[in-house]
């Protein structure tokens, strides 16, 4: 199965909303809601935004949110800041043989 | 708070073997299923492998299979990653993770 498909970037200018789009998850899995959002600044590990479709972990602020309709999943920021700028991915379960697949990430640029 | 520490990378012959280690802390890891991912230089994520909280499963991305087994001390908290028959296309930093915790990730460089 190819991985899940996210535009390569987005750009907002500071206080926008941005919505970052996944698309490919397997609508044949039934409306499974392993669904996570990762972050990821240069040279750092990835971290956590969103899991489980809409789950925000404690620390996260609420200016993130996750959502999915169909096979597509989507990750907004609003009221975007300076320190959102990073690479983001989106990970989906995807099937019995793949537990995580990923998308190929989108860099998020603030204006 | 949780935490997951990485070890074992470091630069390989093509063709040998690895072992990477992850040891949990902050957390009952015996109750987690484990994943390592694996990210190439200026690429994205890669998921490579799987296990079940407590051994009874593992999954390999095609890329390893074969290749590369993970396995689990829960006595210890430990995750591991044995990498055989490395290949260049193997080099990556390697991270290992449970949905909401990731590790800073060690490097494998497959290099003659």
């Known amino acids: 199965q190819s991985a899940l498909t996210q535009p390569r970037s987005v750009s907002g200018s500071p206080g926008q909303s941005v919505t970052i789009s996944c698309t490919g998850i397997?609508?044949?899995?039934?409306?499974?809601?392993?669904v996570s959002w990762y972050q990821q600044h240069p040279g750092k590990a990835p971290k956590v935004m969103i899991y489980?479709?809409?789950e925000r972990p404690s620390g996260v602020p609420d200016r993130f949110s996750g959502s999915k309709s169909g096979n597509t999943a989507s990750l907004t920021i609003s009221g975007l800041q300076a320190e959102d700028e990073a690479d983001y991915y989106c990970?989906?379960?995807?099937?019995?043989?793949?537990?995580?697949?990923f998308g190929g990430g989108t860099k998020l640029t603030v204006l | 708070q949780v935490q997951l520490v990485e070890s074992g990378g470091g630069v390989v012959q093509p063709g040998r073997s690895l072992r990477l280690s992850c040891t949990a802390s902050?957390?009952?890891?015996?109750?987690?299923?484990m994943h390592w991912v694996r990210q190439a230089p200026g690429k994205g994520l890669e998921w490579v492998a799987a296990?079940?909280?407590?051994?009874?499963?593992?999954k390999y991305a095609d890329s390893v299979k074969g290749r590369f087994s993970i396995s689990r001390d829960n006595s210890k908290s430990t995750l591991y990653l044995q990498m055989n028959s490395l290949r260049a296309e193997d080099t990556a930093v390697y991270y290992c993770?449970?949905?909401?915790?990731w590790g800073q990730g060690t490097l494998v460089t497959v290099s003659s």
């Open positions: 296990l079940w909280f407590d051994g009874s499963h593992k």
């Open positions: 489980d479709v809409s």
């Open positions: 993770a449970r949905v909401t915790s």
């Open positions: 902050g957390f009952t890891f015996a109750s987690y299923g």
């Open positions: 990970c989906s379960y995807a099937g019995s043989y793949t537990p995580w697949m």
């Open positions: 397997n609508s044949d899995l039934g409306d499974h809601t392993y």
